[in-house]
Nanobody, 123 residues
Framework: QVQLVESGGGLVQAGGSLRLSCTAS????????MGWFRQAPGKEREFAAA????????FYADSVKGRFTISRDNAKNTVYLQMNSLKPEDTAVYYC????????????????WGQGTQVTVSS
């Protein structure tokens, strides 16, 4: 069992930046691909970004490409999501998740989830 804890969310003005962190306990993250998903009020959860277990490949939703950067530090058992040029439409609860599969874009392929951290972007 992998327990994931997100942090770093908060309230920021449009154009600002935040860095989310996701730390694991009980088991190392290095064997898992990691993803960030988000869910806005009244909407379905959607893919934002993912990174392979080694960090060698990254994947992004079109809506965040060029603004968000996913990275990982396996020595610290932590995954990050750097979010720049934030927009009001980025407002959502952000979840990190761990996957042993290869369909990085689908939440169905992720085995473990954190509780989420709220990101609110004001206009």
């Amino acid at each position: 069992q992998v327990q994931l804890v997100e942090s770093g969310g908060g309230l920021v003005q449009a154009g600002g930046s935040l860095r989310l962190s996701c730390t694991a306990s009980r088991r190392t993250l290095s064997r898992y691909h990691m993803g960030w998903f988000r869910q806005a009020p009244g909407k379905e959860r959607e893919f934002a970004a993912a990174i392979t277990w080694s960090g060698g490949r990254t994947f992004y939703a079109d809506s965040v490409k060029g603004r968000f950067t996913i990275s990982r530090d396996n020595a610290k058992n932590t995954v990050y999501l750097q979010m720049n040029s934030l927009k009001p439409e980025d407002t959502a609860v952000y979840y990190c998740a761990a996957s042993s599969g290869t369909n990085y874009y689908s939440d169905l392929d992720y085995d473990f989830w954190g509780q989420g951290t709220q990101v609110t972007v004001s206009s």
